[in-house]
């Protein structure tokens, strides 16, 4: 009998950073099991859920996905800073939960919105709690039940879910993203989460996320991850 070849699945959320050599694949499986585990995480582990507010402070990073996704999938509103500017304007009295990247928590203690929760995503200094850590005792456990209200607000500015999904989309079509492409981002290019992340897969495509771009090395990643869209 001839041999059976079993193919992985193939990732539907691709990270890659030029500089410190990280690189991880997440299937479409995997990263709906983070996003759970990270919404069952604010539901069952901080009592937050619908009308609760998320303050991220963040750069583009496969970590930033599941984060953005898990809140959105409790319910949160979520408001996403760009990584330059990072709460310098963002009220101090309002959110109920922080995400803040572990390379900035340090600079950021006075600008960081004061929550009830804080998680730092990657290298987390001493005396901050771990975004993996936290959610990881929650992956594989049933998800909490969320009656999904398109027409609730997905942001504290009142972009409510529906019209979050109707940007995303115009914007996948306005670069030309459609069902089956593979589109490759420069994350110092593209920081805001609607192009990077909701675009795509709104379309059901799949993304390449590449910080510290090495552009030397661009066309054999190309094809080495099977890239049709450069963004």
Not at 66 to 90: D, F, P
Not at 177 to 193: C, F, K, M, Y
Request: proline share 6%.
């Amino acid at each position: 009998m001839d041999n059976l070849v079993v193919s992985a699945p193939p990732a539907l959320l691709t990270y890659y950073d030029d500089r410190t050599g990280e690189h991880v694949g997440l299937t479409a499986a995997e990263v709906g099991d983070w996003a759970a585990a990270t919404a069952a995480l604010l539901v069952e582990g901080c009592a937050l859920g619908p009308g609760d507010r998320a303050a991220a402070l963040l750069q583009p990073h496969w970590q930033t996905a599941v984060a953005l996704l898990g809140a959105w999938s409790a319910g949160l509103e979520v408001s996403y800073q760009i990584w330059a500017t990072a709460g310098l304007q963002t009220p101090q009295e309002t959110y109920d939960v922080t995400f803040v990247a572990g390379s900035r928590v340090r600079s950021w203690l006075e600008e960081l919105p004061k929550g009830r929760h804080q998680f730092v995503l990657g290298d987390t200094p001493d005396g901050y709690r771990s975004f993996t850590a936290a959610v990881r005792p929650y992956l594989g456990v049933r998800p909490p039940v969320h009656v999904f209200d398109d027409g609730a607000a997905a942001s504290p500015e009142g972009t409510t879910f529906r019209q979050l999904g109707s940007i995303a989309t115009s914007v996948a079509q306005n670069h030309g993203i459609g069902r089956g492409d593979r589109v490759l981002i420069d994350a110092s290019a593209t920081e805001q989460p609607v192009v990077w992340l909701l675009a795509p897969l709104s379309v059901g495509a799949s993304v390449v996320l590449c910080a510290n771009l090495d552009r030397s090395n661009l066309d054999a990643r190309i094809e080495a991850e099977q890239v049709t869209k450069v963004l």
